[in-house]
């Protein structure tokens, strides 16, 4: 790609996958504008942005489900396609609140959607999750595997993702990359970009870290009964600067193909005690845990088969479970309160 690129547009780019996938579009020399409506994020990873380089050439503070914030933003740019991160995620919240998490999710993408469309943009990368794999029926899971949704979150995951495959079938001009991301943690190695959940974590790196510098007392360990080698849970846990470059090679990817549906994950399953033990060892810190009844909805393992991301995006994760401890750690310490660190 040579020459001045058209912009791409990053929805809920001030969050934890959009900020670091911004900041990998940037470094790729591709313009960025960032829309996000702030609920889950903190505007001041946008200084942060500036400061590691990346400056987005707009910022709207805007919802996805709003159509003229988003016919006004495509008046405005020629973008060469839109990654689409804006959405809910938080499992437990979909269960107490489905009718909400359908309306941001499966709306707000129907809304983007039908907006590009008439501003003729057909290039999209959209954020799925190896939710929509259920409890999975093998592991290491391929993407041919059986899809359901265990809960609300997953199922607005997969009626997206229908909705897209009935839109390519309909119109073959679009090109459309379907990203399953599996567990994704760390931090960008400058401590300046990573995790800023609100309130308990619902994710257990920001979870460790957060008992490791002394602000949660300890660490609950949900089942130590699972069919597994040390029996807690296993899961494919992922670099997030490995997880944004996937976007990058996804957008690249589909400059020459029309639909692709791709695990991201490093196909290696981690158990909970050991990523919780390397956490230690790594960063010389304690992390008290106890082990406590197994969570409803949880599974045993799960993992992903990544060979096609390799085949097709040309992508695979580089980054070790040593680094991602490393990383989480070093933004944690660095970040005590999150965004609302200072300086």
């Known amino acids: 790609m040579h020459g001045i690129m058209n912009p791409i547009l990053v929805t809920g780019g001030c969050g934890f996958i959009g900020s670091h996938t911004v900041l990998a579009l940037a470094e790729s020399g591709w313009p960025v504008v960032v829309l996000d409506n702030l609920s889950n994020s903190s505007p001041r990873v946008l200084e942060r942005l500036r400061e590691l380089g990346a400056p987005p050439l707009e910022f709207v503070q805007g919802d996805v489900r ?3 914030v988003l016919d006004a933003l495509f008046a405005r740019h020629r973008f060469e396609g839109v990654i689409h991160f804006a959405g809910l995620k938080a499992v437990g919240e979909s269960v107490a609140q489905p009718l909400r998490y359908f309306d941001h999710n499966v709306g707000g993408t129907l809304q983007l959607l039908q907006a590009m469309d008439r ?3 057909r290039r999209v990368v959209f954020s799925s999750s190896a939710t929509v794999y259920g409890d999975p029926a093998q592991v290491p899971i391929p993407e041919t595997a059986p899809l359901t949704a265990t809960n609300p979150y997953g ?16 119109d073959p001009r679009w090109s459309i ?3 399953r991301y599996f567990n994704p943690v760390g931090a960008h190695p400058s401590g300046r970009l990573g995790e800023a959940p609100q309130g308990v974590p619902n994710n257990l790196m920001p979870y460790v870290t957060q008992v490791a510098l002394g602000l949660r007392p300890h660490l609950q360990i949900f089942g130590d009964d699972y069919p597994t080698p040390d029996g807690t849970g296993v899961r494919d846990y992922l670099h997030i600067c490995d997880l944004a470059e996937g976007h990058v090679a996804a957008l690249r990817a589909l400059q020459a193909q029309g639909l692709l549906t791709v695990n ?5 399953g981690v158990s909970v005690r050991s990523l919780v033990e390397t956490f230690a060892q790594v960063n010389q810190v304690a992390v008290p845990s106890q082990v406590v009844a197994r969570r409803p909805g949880d599974v045993a393992q799960c993992y992903a088969d990544p060979q096609l991301a390799q085949t097709r995006l040309h992508w695979r994760a580089r980054r070790s479970l040593a680094d991602m401890c490393a990383d989480a750690w070093r933004w944690q310490t660095q970040n005590p309160q999150g965004y609302d660190s200072t300086p």
Do not use: F, N, Y
Not at 264 to 268: A, F, I, M, Y
């Open 66 to 68: 709003d159509a003229s």
């Open 119 to 121: 501003a003729q943009v």
């Open 155 to 170: 199922r607005s995951k997969l009626m997206c993702e229908d909705a897209l495959r009935s839109l390519h079938q309909a």
């Open 177 to 179: 990359a379907i990203l």
């Open 264 to 268: 991201l994950g490093t196909g290696q």
